[in-house]
């Protein structure tokens, strides 16, 4: 069974700082992994979606890569700001139907 | 629609009481998911449809859980005889329907069962 872990499960760094999480999973045959945002209360933002025959994906200040080898994948996010304070969710598919595996998510706050 | 819709957003009930939570995805999205987030955790998979279509429903966690798309579009999830431990947030997602699409979620219906 495919196992998603996220670490740290909390993060906390000063505005300007560069924001590294890490996902892993344990089965490489995924056929896409998706980054989210989830603020409190509400549902789960996109942020990055990466196809199995990608390395990387990037949109503004953010960049994810993937390496299925290994099972892993990582989300910088650059010169973070107060408004990137949220819980980042990273999830697999592995199924031919797209049901995702999720990770429990890593809490980040930046500080001002 | 815009994006992917959910009502009610909040709904509390006593424990015994049925409730439904009403999923309406993107229109002309072939895909349906429904997920369960306890608090502090990842959303974990509960069903999905394929147009009407109910072709998994391995993650629903005992047979007081119903789900249905009866016209391929609105999803409906209903949950019966509700116990405290269903407290959790329900997410619906839809996507076009290949495993590598992207999949848009709604904002969640809260559930808090007294």
């Given at each position: 069974k495919q196992e998603v872990t996220q670490i740290p499960a909390a993060l906390s760094v000063p505005e300007g700082e560069n924001l590294v999480l890490n996902c892993s999973f344990?089965?490489?045959?995924?056929?896409n992994l998706q980054w989210f945002r989830q603020d409190p209360g509400k549902g789960l933002t996109s942020l990055l979606l990466i196809q199995s025959s990608q390395r990387e994906q990037t949109s503004g200040r953010l960049n994810a890569s993937l390496d299925k080898s290994s099972g892993r994948s990582t989300l910088y996010i650059a010169a973070?700001?107060?408004?990137?304070?949220a819980t980042y969710l990273c999830a697999v598919v592995t199924d031919s139907w797209g049901k995702f595996q999720f990770g429990a998510g890593t809490q980040v706050v930046v500080t001002p | 629609g815009a994006g992917v819709s959910q009502s009610p957003r909040y709904k509390v009930a006593k424990r015994g009481q049925d409730v439904a939570l009403r999923c309406d995805p993107i229109?002309?999205?072939?895909s349906l998911f429904w997920y369960q987030q306890a608090l502090g955790q990842g959303p974990e998979f509960l069903t999905y449809f394929q147009n009407e279509a109910?072709?998994?429903?391995?993650?629903?966690?005992?047979?007081r859980f119903f789900a249905e798309r009866p016209e391929g579009s609105v999803s409906t999830l209903k949950i019966q005889?509700?116990?405290?431990?269903?407290s959790a947030v329900y997410l619906c997602a839809s996507s076009?329907?290949?495993?590598g699409d992207e999949q848009f979620f709604g904002p969640g219906t809260r559930l808090t069962v007294l």
């Open positions: 344990t089965d490489s045959a995924i056929y973070s700001q107060p408004g990137d304070s | 229109s002309g999205h072939v109910q072709l998994d429903k391995s993650g629903l966690p005992s047979d005889r509700t116990q405290q431990e269903d076009r329907g290949l495993a």
